[in-house]
């Protein structure tokens, strides 16, 4: 075990009992378990998702009617102060470390508890080596009275520091060991709202019986809970995750999840629709740069999708496409930039490729600068491939060429241009729309918008 994790676990095996002797209640029955080491994924031990017990629910829909709302605000804030877990009014009783520089990456998160109280708990990221560290422990804090500190929850592997409150300010969604979890705030009821899968062949862990972690990422309303599902799967144990959606995430008969598939760059090529998907690495700890993203076609207005290989001399387009660059003139002239991702040290991505028979075959065009730096932007002036200007890696470099990407002569430096979302396209009539769930498609004024990527079953 890690020197941070002694110094986080000791909150759970032993500094409480000195809690237990000052305040009455702080500590609570049940001994709390040592905290995973930092250097083991948590997920990699974690068994199948746990059977539920006496505070456990599994079928009532949690957000009842009959409550009256409460606030989401915390009364007050949470904080570590020094070694100790503290509020405005003072230290509660709670010791997160034994020294300072022992919670460096960890933070305190609070939630609002009702009049005058707040929750909290303490966590770490799990979008690091391992992920994260969870300590199973939740505070209830009175913001006046901060010696009388006592343990709202205590849950051996739950990560309460990720986790998103309810809008009745009833609920607390995190992340337990077998996945998502609502606690009930009144009744500290525990209610399963999604069961992670063991990892993929494909992870790099080693580890066939490894658990997947669902971290909840934000609630919106009651309709949509977005989350991460993910585990240390990447090279050296990188973690790599997917986004997905939990909808109806209170309503046990209508309760769903729904992949996201967050299209990276939307074009039309003649009658032909493309889309780049995959990859996303430009979002740190989401997907290892290793994954490949790939390039879609559609000629039937998104009925059906076929894979346009982009592959050159060997060289295959390692990440998603970060842009589809059409010949205005001639639109089966095609320029595609794979996305430069960069983590830990290692990089992939960057490179252009260039197709004039409508994705039938590539060449890689070499980058600009003296160490042929990798391209992170690319534009095409007038909508022309033989006018081109990109950006490369190093700082704000620039480079211009008017020859198709035969050559590149250096321009003044400039900062690249902003990525901002995704501009919809119209193609014979009807128009597309990216959005979280993949790309919609409505074919006039009031009517309703029917999603064709991804296919639906």
Known sequence: MSRTSRAVGGVLAGVLAACASSVAGCRSETPAPPASSVDTAPAATAPAAPEADTATTGGATPVTPTRSPRSAKPACEARAEGTMLAVAAGETPVRLAEDASDLKGYEVVTFANGDGHVLA?????????GGADPNGLLWDIPCDDPGATAVFSEREGADFASAAA???GWGLVFSDVGGLALLDLETKAVTPLTEAPTAPRTCWSGDDAL???DVPLKLVGEMALHFHRGGPCGF???????????????????RREVETHRVAALATAGDALLLGVGGRCDEPGVVDPAVRGAILRSADLGATWAEVPVMAEGRVMATHAARIVVDRRDPTRLLVLSARCERGGRGAGGVLFRSDDAGATWRALTAPGEDAQAVVAVTALNGQLEQLVVWTAEGEARFGSADGGATWNAMAQAPPPEAGAIEPVTLRGASFLVNDEGVSRTTGP????????PPTP
Not at 446 to 453: L, S
């Open 121 to 129: 708990a303490v966590g770490s990221s799990w979008l690091r080596v």
């Open 166 to 168: 309810t809008r009745d």
């Open 211 to 213: 658990r997947l972690r």
């Open 236 to 254: 050296e144990r990188d973690w790599v995750a997917e986004e997905r959606v939990l909808m109806d995430p209170f309503d046990p008969t209508r």
């Open 446 to 453: 009031g009517q309703r918008a029917q999603r064709v990527y």
